[in-house]
Nanobody, 115 residues
Framework: QVQFVESGGGLVQPGGSLRLSCVAS????????MTWHRQAPGKEREMVAT????????NYAEPVKGRFTISRDNAKNTVYLEMNNLKPEDTAVYYC????????WGQGTQVTVSS
């Protein structure tokens, strides 16, 4: 059974940092590309960052380029999202997902950026 468990969210002031984690199970993790997505209130879910199976290649949405870093630890079946210089517009529920499995989502982790 495919599962994703996201954690690490919270309330942070503008300019602050958070590190999100997502533990995956139910498939061969080190064969899979992974993505982070987010959904803000009243908005559609959007892709934030992607990483290939080996971790050598990454891609980011324009709003987060230079501030967010995606990485992975295949020994721990975990993908991370390091978020720096956070802005109020980064407020959203953040989800991870496996590339090629569009219908499987975890519960997400809430990130709130506010002073």
């Amino acid at each position: 059974q495919v599962q994703f468990v996201e954690s690490g969210g919270g309330l942070v002031q503008p300019g602050g940092s958070l590190r999100l984690s997502c533990v995956a199970s139910g498939f061969i993790f080190n064969n899979a590309g992974m993505t982070w997505h987010r959904q803000a209130p009243g908005k559609e879910r959007e892709m934030v960052a992607t990483i290939n199976s080996g971790g050598e290649f990454t891609n980011y949405a324009e709003p987060v380029k230079g501030r967010f870093t995606i990485s992975r630890d295949n020994a721990k079946n975990t993908v991370y999202l390091e978020m720096n210089n956070l802005k109020p517009e980064d407020t959203a529920v953040y989800y991870c997902r496996r590339v090629g499995l569009p219908n499987y989502w975890g519960q997400g982790t809430q990130v709130t950026v506010s002073s």
